[in-house]
């Protein structure tokens, strides 16, 4: 196979963001739909792809796509399809599924009858009747939608938000790829000031130091395709190496994260540093009312906390009522608050410039977005 179709998963409201990652890679044959962004490329983009997405959730191989409505349609076309050119013979190739709104809504049914395909293709190649499956992993995913069933195979292994850096977390953490989001999504540039005032284990301002420097996300971890044979290892030689290559180690950046948690304030800087940019971070214990400036222009990006838990919601939405005041003073900011709490505007004091529908894990939240003027250009 010379070429091959690959779906860049996304989280609800994200798939813009991830569709204009694929294109910045210099992809262009994209086709956007509700949690995924399929793309036609060379193998090669399964290595930059997992590397570089920083708003993706994982990247899968396409392995084909048609309607079902029977198991005897399933099992059939799914024979069709060429996995022996994708999957070696020792590999382990497990079956996961789901389905929604279709015919064929018997989940465990739909693994066991995809399993039993690809092993029927398998073994016309490799004339075996049984195989071992303890070389790589290949993890086939069986999705059903409206009846339509796409067969792909994961790449990543752990999802892209792991990237590597944070072990530990606080209780509430932000994925690392909506954090990434949140920042992409505020049009922060590496010579302007960012500051969270609620940074936690020190997702976003890390995000921010990434992007700052054009640090690629999945530079310091491994993907389960790494171990597969039908990649060559130079592939991945090459797309680590224009890892090293692009990034900008000199950029410098002004970024800062506090919060009034020592602990967590701790955490941060052993996060920032596993990620290689503690230098490039100032993490200080300060409560929300302290929080200042000299800094004529510059951006707050932040994830305060929603009062989901019973007893917190009144002290939360005081929390929010400060946060207007004392972000009110800095006139020549823009400001960028998520929050799920539906009365956050009023509570604020004042409606946002513009607000977009995202989600934080399970929970419906909405990203307020307040402009400041822009600072003059040099």
Same mark, same amino acid.
């Given at each position: 196979?010379?070429?091959?179709?690959?779906?860049?998963?996304?989280?609800?409201? #994200?798939?813009?963001?991830?569709?204009?990652?694929?294109?910045? /890679?210099?992809?262009?044959?994209?086709?956007?739909?509700?949690?995924?962004?399929?793309?036609?490329?060379? %193998?090669?983009?399964?290595?930059?792809?997992?590397?570089?997405?920083?708003?993706?959730?994982?990247?899968?191989?396409?392995?084909?796509?048609?309607?079902?409505?029977?198991?005897?349609?399933?099992?059939?076309?799914?024979?069709? #399809?060429?996995?022996?050119?994708?999957?070696?013979?020792?590999?382990?190739?497990?079956?996961?599924?789901?389905?929604?709104?279709?015919?064929?809504?018997?989940?465990?049914?739909?693994?066991?009858?995809?399993?039993?395909? &690809? &092993?029927?293709?398998?073994?016309?190649?490799?004339?075996? =009747? %049984?195989?071992?499956?303890?070389?790589?992993?290949?993890?086939?995913?069986?999705?059903?939608?409206?009846?339509?069933?796409?067969?792909?195979?994961?790449?990543?292994?752990?999802?892209?938000?792991?990237?590597?850096?944070?072990?530990?977390?606080?209780?509430?953490?932000?994925?690392?790829?909506?954090?990434?989001?949140?920042?992409?999504?505020?049009? %922060?540039?590496?010579?302007?000031?960012?500051?969270?005032?609620?940074?936690?284990?020190?997702?976003?301002?890390?995000?921010?130091? /990434?992007?700052?420097?054009?640090?690629?996300?999945?530079?310091?971890?491994?993907?389960?395709?790494?171990?597969?044979?039908?990649?060559?290892?130079?592939? %991945?030689?090459?797309?680590?190496?224009?890892?090293?290559? /692009?990034?900008?180690?000199?950029?410098?950046?002004?970024?800062?994260?506090?919060?009034?948690?020592?602990?967590?304030?701790?955490?941060?800087?052993?996060?920032?540093?596993?990620?290689?940019?503690?230098?490039?971070?100032?993490?200080?214990?300060?409560?929300?009312?302290?929080?200042?400036?000299?800094?004529?222009?510059?951006?707050?990006?932040?994830?305060?906390?929603?009062?989901?838990?019973?007893?917190?919601?009144? =002290?939360?939405?005081? #929390?929010?009522?400060?946060?207007?005041?004392?972000?009110?003073?800095?006139?020549?900011?823009?400001?960028?608050?998520?929050?799920?709490?539906?009365?956050?505007?009023?509570?604020?004091?004042?409606?946002?410039?513009?607000?977009?529908?995202?989600?934080?894990?399970?929970?419906?939240?909405?990203?307020?977005?307040?402009?400041?003027?822009?600072?003059?250009?040099?």
């Amino acid at each position: 196979m010379t070429g091959v179709d690959l779906i860049a998963t996304a989280t609800f409201g #994200l798939e813009a963001l991830v569709a204009q990652e694929v294109k910045d /890679l210099g992809y262009n044959r994209v086709t956007v739909e509700n949690g995924k962004i399929t793309f036609s490329a060379d %193998w090669g983009a399964i290595c930059r792809a997992n590397l570089w997405l920083r708003t993706a959730d994982r990247v899968r191989l396409k392995v084909g796509e048609f309607k079902a409505t029977t198991f005897d349609e399933l099992f059939e076309q799914t024979k069709a #399809l060429p996995w022996p050119e994708l999957i070696p013979g020792d590999a382990e190739f497990p079956v996961e599924g789901k389905s929604i709104k279709s015919t064929l809504f018997s989940v465990s049914d739909c693994q066991a009858i995809v399993k039993k395909a &690809v &092993v029927e293709s398998m073994k016309r190649k490799y004339k075996k =009747e %049984w195989f071992p499956e303890k070389g790589p992993l290949y993890k086939i995913e069986v999705a059903l939608l409206k009846d339509i069933a796409t067969l792909t195979i994961d790449t990543s292994g752990a999802g892209l938000h792991k990237r590597g850096y944070r072990e530990l977390s606080s209780q509430a953490p932000l994925k690392e790829t909506l954090a990434a989001a949140l920042i992409i999504l505020s049009r %922060w540039r590496p010579d302007t000031v960012l500051m969270d005032p609620f940074c936690g284990s020190g997702t976003i301002p890390i995000e921010a130091a /990434l992007i700052g420097q054009n640090i690629a996300p999945g530079m310091n971890r491994k993907f389960v395709s790494e171990s597969w044979p039908t990649i060559p290892k130079e592939l %991945w030689r090459q797309a680590r190496k224009e890892t090293h290559d /692009l990034a900008c180690y000199t950029q410098r950046l002004d970024i800062i994260g506090t919060d009034m948690d020592n602990k967590v304030i701790k955490l941060a800087r052993q996060n920032a540093n596993e990620a290689g940019v503690k230098e490039l971070i100032h993490f200080q214990r300060l409560p929300v009312a302290d929080v200042r400036s000299s800094k004529k222009y510059g951006k707050i990006i932040c994830n305060p906390p929603y009062g989901e838990r019973l007893g917190e919601r009144q =002290e939360v939405e005081r #929390l929010y009522s400060e946060m207007g005041q004392v972000f009110s003073r800095l006139d020549t900011w823009s400001f960028y608050i998520l929050s799920a709490h539906p009365q956050f505007e009023k509570l604020y004091g004042r409606p946002a410039t513009k607000k977009r529908k995202l989600y934080n894990g399970n929970i419906k939240v909405d990203y307020y977005q307040y402009f400041g003027p822009s600072p003059p250009r040099m």
